[in-house]
């Protein structure tokens, strides 16, 4: 039987730089505050636990001092870094530099007026970030339902939420544009990460090319969920298993290729465990 690991899974530039940021801090000090999971999968949480890295929530600021924390690559709002200063937390910032520039904009258009929409997941750390530069004023739609809501007679400035769909974010820039009302203006910002948008349809292409396909992924990371179904879509023997403990050996009852894939939170190391998992069974 063939096993092959799909070469374009495992973090992003992103995750990968604040991981690798994590762990020099941790080289030089026997502890850190990461400000949430440094990335949505359990086990590389797990793993830089050991090293020391220790997982805050904001709900726990007000108790930290004289200090040093890391920011995730999915970034903070303006509240975050002025806590930090009050309080003389010295901040490590791995935010993406795709998610930070799009900060930037987004704070922007703010200043210049009219209606800011964010196409994106509510409550995801991304998103609430990309709030906190509207002073919370931004409006959050998830979907084509939430975006039928607007007040198309209202200027309409519309971002997406990096790792969003590009088809989805297509299909509400049409609606907008069809329903905006006269006078009003409507400008559009494709601000998806490339680098994750392209994912879709090299994991398609992956997954058509295999009798079973394991999609290892954390619980939490909502790119998981989207890359999963987009796999499932094309195979329906397509798996999704957080750690190779769940591998259920019976999927590959008579089949030939197996191809093990995973989320952009997604460690290397954890998709080898499950090819080796395998292998050491079937041997």
């Known amino acids: 039987m063939l096993i092959e690991i799909d070469e374009g899974s495992g973090f992003c530039f992103g995750v990968t730089t604040a991981i690798k940021k994590a762990e020099e801090e941790l080289a030089k000090?026997?502890?850190?505050?990461?400000?949430?999971?440094?990335?949505?999968?359990g086990k590389?949480?797990?793993?830089?636990?050991?090293?020391?890295?220790?997982t805050v929530e904001h709900a726990d600021l007000d108790t930290?001092?004289?200090?040093?924390?890391l920011l995730r690559a999915h970034g903070e709002p303006p509240q975050t870094y002025a806590k930090?200063?009050?309080?003389n937390i010295r901040l490590i910032d791995a935010t993406c530099p795709v998610v930070l520039n799009l900060q930037k904009r987004i704070r922007k258009a703010?200043?210049?007026?009219?209606?800011?929409?964010?196409?994106?997941?509510?409550?995801?750390?991304?998103?609430?970030?990309?709030?906190?530069?509207?002073?919370?004023?931004?409006?959050?739609?998830?979907?084509?339902?939430?975006?039928?809501?607007?007040?198309?007679s209202n200027d309409i400035q519309l971002f997406s939420q990096t790792t969003k769909s590009l088809e989805g974010f297509r299909e509400i820039v049409k609606y907008i544009e069809e329903n905006m009302q006269d006078g009003a203006r409507?400008?559009?910002?494709?601000?998806?990460?490339?680098?994750?948008?392209?994912?879709?349809?090299?994991?398609r292409n992956f997954a058509s090319q295999h009798d079973v396909i394991l999609f290892v992924c954390g619980k939490k990371s909502s790119n998981g969920k989207v890359l999963y179904n987009e796999c499932l879509s094309i195979n329906p023997h397509t798996y999704m298993i957080d750690d190779p403990s769940e591998i259920d050996f019976r999927w590959f009852d008579q089949v030939e290729t197996v191809g093990i894939c995973g989320a952009t939170s997604t460690p290397k190391w954890l998709m080898e465990d499950c090819k080796k998992k395998i292998e050491h069974e079937k041997t």
């Open 186 to 203: 409507f400008n559009y910002f494709d601000t998806i990460c490339r680098r994750v948008a392209n994912r879709i349809p090299n994991i």
């Open 110 to 152: 703010y200043e210049e007026g009219g209606q800011i929409v964010i196409y994106g997941k509510n409550g995801h750390a991304e998103v609430v970030g990309l709030v906190g530069q509207t002073d919370g004023t931004a409006i959050v739609i998830e979907n084509l339902d939430d975006a039928k809501q607007l007040d198309f």
């Open 29 to 41: 000090s026997e502890s850190l505050y990461c400000l949430g999971d440094i990335v949505h999968n």
């Open 44 to 54: 590389e949480v797990e793993r830089l636990k050991k090293m020391g890295l220790r």
């Open 84 to 87: 930090a200063k009050d309080q």
């Open 64 to 69: 930290l001092h004289d200090t040093q924390m």
